[in-house]
C-alpha cells in the first residue's frame, strides 16, 4: 500500500522559510517521478514543483521558480520542498503525490 506522510509546515513570517518533507513507503520510491502540489483555502488544487526518479528534471510552476527547491533522497525515499521568502499567497496545505495520490497533508501558514 502507498503511504505518503509529509511534515514540516508551520506558521512563518512572510519572507521566511520552511522544508518540508515526505516520507515514501509502500512502492519504489526511486523509480518514480514525485510532485508536491497544494491547496489553498477554497481554491482548486494546485501543483507546485516536479523532480524525476534519479532527481533531475526538477520543474517549479512560475509562482515558486527562484524560491522554491524540490529535492529527493532515494535512499531514504524522502522528498523534500525547500520554501524561501514566503509569501502569504504560499499559504496553502502541501502534499507530496505519487500519479493521483497524496498523503495528509501539512499545512502552511504565512502571515505577520
Known amino acids: 500500500e502507498v503511504q505518503l506522510v509529509e511534515f514540516g509546515g508551520g506558521l512563518v513570517q512572510p519572507g521566511g522559510s520552511l522544508r518540508l518533507s515526505c516520507a515514501a513507503s509502500g512502492f519504489p520510491f526511486k523509480n518514480y517521478h514525485m510532485r508536491w502540489v497544494r491547496q489553498a483555502p477554497g481554491e482548486e488544487l494546485e501543483w507546485v514543483a516536479g523532480i524525476g526518479s534519479d532527481g533531475g528534471d526538477a520543474t517549479y510552476t512560475d509562482s515558486v521558480k527562484g524560491r522554491f527547491t524540490i529535492s529527493r533522497d532515494n535512499t531514504k525515499s524522502a522528498l523534500y520542498l525547500q520554501m524561501n521568502n514566503l509569501k502569504p499567497e504560499d499559504t496553502a496545505t502541501y502534499y507530496c503525490?505519487?500519479?493521483?495520490?497524496r498523503g495528509q497533508g501539512t499545512q502552511v501558514i504565512v502571515s505577520s
Open positions: 503525490a505519487l500519479g493521483p495520490t
